[in-house]
């Protein structure tokens, strides 16, 4: 069965420092990987997405994710985080028929 | 643009009573995807449904059932509530089962309160 495992479940971090968010995936076939944000009350908006080709993917507001097939991870990265990143994230692989996997989410917390 | 419409935003019921919420999906997609998530929870798909057909089902409580409509908009109907229904409930469209290949939105979704 498909899973997704986010190794963090929950980040704090101050201004300006580096994010690097971890996310593992189970499966054995062709797969389309996501990252979600979440901000505090409201509903999933979608940072990236990687379904084929140029393994570094970049999101909106400065997201990037790299997919290393080899080890069956999909980190998203974000070189200098900002208090209005505050949110949770959440990894997904897409299944067969369309539904989404998540991972458990992390929350990140940031510092001003 | 459209986007996925779920109504009501917020709900409070009382256990063992019942609810019913809608989706209606982005113009053109026949697929909906239901979704819950629990406080403190990753969302756990619930149920699909594929032009008014069942496609998939997940953890979704025998309690629960869902259907589309020939609108493509669905309805889950939640009997018996409990305490532990209390979550975001939101769903997802998308053409033909392409999933989130083809276009897949979240609504806003709708946040029940079991009291």
């Known amino acids: 069965a498909q899973s997704v495992s986010q190794h963090n479940h929950h980040v704090i971090l101050s201004e300006a420092a580096s994010l690097e968010l971890g996310c593992n995936y189970s499966?054995?076939?062709?797969?389309?990987l996501f990252w979600y944000v979440q901000y505090p009350g409201q509903h999933l908006q979608l940072l990236l997405k990687?379904?084929?080709?140029?393994?570094l993917v970049k999101g909106i507001k400065g997201f990037e994710a790299e997919f290393i097939k080899s080890k069956f991870s999909f980190n998203l990265r974000k070189p200098s985080v900002q208090w209005s990143d505050t949110a949770e994230y959440f990894c997904?692989?897409?299944?067969?028929?369309?539904?989404?996997?998540f991972g458990q989410g992390t929350e990140l917390s940031v510092k001003p | 643009a459209a986007g996925v419409i779920q109504s009501p935003r917020h709900l409070i019921k009382e256990k063992r009573e019942t609810a019913t919420l809608k989706c209606y999906p982005i113009?053109?997609?026949?697929?909906v995807y239901w979704y819950q998530q629990g406080p403190g929870q990753d969302p756990q798909f619930l149920i699909s449904?594929?032009?008014?057909?069942?496609?998939d089902k997940g953890s979704i409580p025998d309690r629960f059932s869902a259907q589309q409509f020939s609108d493509y908009h669905s309805e889950l109907n939640m009997s018996s509530l409990e305490l532990g229904d209390s979550a975001l409930y939101f769903c997802?469209?998308?053409?033909?089962?392409?999933?989130?290949?083809?276009?897949?939105?979240f609504g806003s979704g709708t946040r029940l309160t079991v009291v």
């Open positions: 997802a469209s998308s053409p033909r089962l392409q999933g989130p290949e083809g276009g897949y939105t």
């Open positions: 499966y054995g076939g062709t797969v389309n």
């Open positions: 990687y379904f084929s080709g140029d393994p």
């Open positions: 997904a692989v897409n299944a067969l028929g369309g539904k989404l996997i």
């Open positions: 113009p053109r997609h026949d697929t």
């Open positions: 449904f594929y032009e008014k057909m069942q496609s």
